[in-house]
């Protein structure tokens, strides 16, 4: 039986309806985030659908040195507490330094945890110990029912409101695959499942510098992970992809957004109808 989660007024898992955690990949500036974040607000509203908004503040494990980064701990925190605020989406960003962790507690209504950092206990125990629901994403290096011991460190600093989420495996170099099996060993676990269809087509480091991807690839193994039954859904998207400043090679158009989500709300339907 998989475990519900609540995330301010969203509750995912326990068959509550599927979530979407959506956003651009970081905050490239305040007017850019409160645009987009508009824009996803009028989408969850029209498909009456959970949303989660989700921008990076810092962009930690960018590839090389001179990619952008993002405004910052404090600047971005600001923002997206104005996003918050004058949405009424909650929002979520990544943590990448325990020292981090305190501040953005403060405004995130969901903490996630990078993939890099999955194994790193401090900042599990540190993240777990605000009782902020967190989103940890499973290591490109990892096992499903490795996932197992994440969940544990978590739990054992009283924290039991964590979301495991699938961002595809290392398949030799400058390649990742996504194993749709993954799905179901992590929801053995007990714990809401979050697939995310946008960074699991990366391609690692092969831009000469930079991650590029192969953004056709995310309907086909979005509507899988759906099939397959997962709580949640996690999503990169930008109003213009080719000028993202980060992972836009991997970003959903955000204007043409809406048609795929039509359709895997479809998917999840008819799996929910079966299932039961």
Do not use: W
């Not at 970003?251 to 709300?265: E, I, N, T």
């Amino acid at each position: 039986m998989v475990e519900t989660v609540d995330i301010g007024p969203i509750r995912i898992g326990g068959g509550n309806p599927l979530v979407f955690i959506m956003g651009p990949c970081v905050i490239e500036n305040e007017a850019f985030a409160l645009k987009v974040a508009e824009k996803i607000r009028t989408l969850a509203d029209e498909l009456k659908i959970p949303v989660i908004f989700k921008a990076s503040y810092d962009k930690a494990n960018r590839t090389s040195i001179d990619s952008f980064r993002g405004p910052g701990l404090k600047e971005g925190l600001r923002i997206l507490g104005r996003v918050r605020e004058e949405f009424g989406l909650c929002v979520t960003s990544d943590v990448h330094q325990v020292s981090e962790v305190k501040a953005a507690a403060e405004v995130l209504d969901l903490i996630q945890i990078p993939a890099f950092l999955c194994r790193q206990t401090d900042i599990i125990l540190e993240a777990a110990q605000t009782g902020k629901p967190l989103n940890v994403k499973k290591g490109q290096f990892m096992a499903p029912d490795d996932m197992a011991h994440v969940v544990g460190k978590a739990k054992s600093a009283g924290n039991p409101r964590i979301l495991l989420t699938e961002r595809g495996t290392s398949f030799g170099y400058h390649r990742l695959i996504v194993d749709l099996t993954s799905l179901y060993l992590m929801r053995e676990l007990g714990q809401p499942v979050v697939f995310d269809a946008t960074h699991s087509v990366q391609m690692p480091g092969a831009g000469d510098g930079c991650t590029v991807g192969r953004r056709d690839f995310i309907p086909v193994i979005a509507r899988g992970a759906v099939a397959a039954g997962v709580d949640g859904l996690f999503f990169e998207v930008h109003p213009k992809p080719e000028r993202a400043l980060c992972d836009g090679a991997n970003s959903l158009a955000l204007d043409h957004v809406g048609a795929l989500l039509r359709s895997l709300l479809d998917i999840h339907e008819a799996a929910h109808v079966r299932d039961n």
